[in-house]
């Protein structure tokens, strides 16, 4: 039997009931309440409570051996160059969004943590934040648009650091906007069929790109890849009245309700 109600935030799946942390209120959640209830088939085994719980991510991704370019979207007009650690004087770019892209990638291939001291329609400078000295690091990448295109080019640049950078091998530039995009990569390679849980992801990027991501940015890139690959979690929720339907239909005398409010 399967009910599903109008919650508050909260998720209940299989008996056992998950309070969002406060990583999560920085992304909008739909206003439901899901409730599974079956007589004995689903059990919470060490009931108890906890904020987040890998078992509810246990999904497969419907995918053949091969690659599907439908299963991995490339991002419009996205073409790749240049290698992510390479950067210099004279590097054009189609608009400005790729050359932040490629300069996000630079930045954490070479673990610099860097902040944007002038970015408008024409120029952009890019300064390391610097960590260590009292002396601001000379680290910098500036870039402007070409007079009458939408090219970028870089143009001043200095890539050497005084700073030592940060000792936790954080960098703000490994954010759930780039993320996702290297985990999508990792099951193309792969092959793979399912998406790893947000402590495999944060594990994984760190023995690749030797920085630490936050749970909170593996968990929300996570998210990301699954709405890429799947649907948003409104368009699952508008699925839910059909799954009903379906369950009364295929199992007589079951009881299935669905409620929404925002």
């Not at 719980?53 to 091969?66: G, I, K, N, R």
Request: glycine share 6%; with cysteine.
């Amino acid at each position: 039997d399967f009910e599903i109600e109008e919650g508050k935030g909260k998720e209940i799946s299989n008996g056992s009931e998950d309070d969002y942390g406060p990583e999560m209120v920085d992304r909008p959640l739909p206003n439901h309440e899901v409730r599974v209830v079956d007589n004995g088939h689903y059990k919470n085994v060490d009931n108890g409570k906890q904020w987040f719980d890998d078992s509810d991510f246990e999904d497969f991704l419907v995918a053949t051996d091969l690659v599907d370019p439908e299963l991995f979207p490339e991002p419009e007009h996205e073409v790749q160059v240049v290698a992510d650690d390479m950067i210099e004087e004279g590097m054009e770019f189609h608009d400005k969004t790729a050359f932040k892209k490629h300069l996000r990638k630079y930045c954490v291939s070479t673990r610099t943590v860097c902040r944007f001291t002038n970015s408008d329609n024409i120029r952009i400078k890019d300064v390391c934040k610097g960590y260590g000295e009292t002396i601001l690091c000379p680290w910098y990448i500036s870039a402007r648009r070409i007079p009458g295109e939408a090219t970028w080019s870089i143009g001043d640049l200095h890539l050497h650091h005084t700073c030592i950078g940060d000792p936790y091998g954080r960098n703000s530039c490994a954010n759930p906007e780039f993320v996702p995009q290297h985990v999508i990569n990792k099951l193309r390679e792969s092959h793979g069929k399912t998406v790893p849980k947000p402590s495999e992801i944060a594990a994984e990027f760190w023995i690749n790109h030797n920085t630490l991501i936050p749970y909170h940015v593996a968990w929300k890139a996570r998210n990301n890849v699954l709405q890429r690959i799947n649907i948003s979690f409104d368009e699952s929720f508008r699925l839910i009245p059909s799954l009903c339907e379906m369950i009364k239909r295929t199992n007589p005398g079951s009881i299935a309700t669905f409620t929404y409010g925002r």
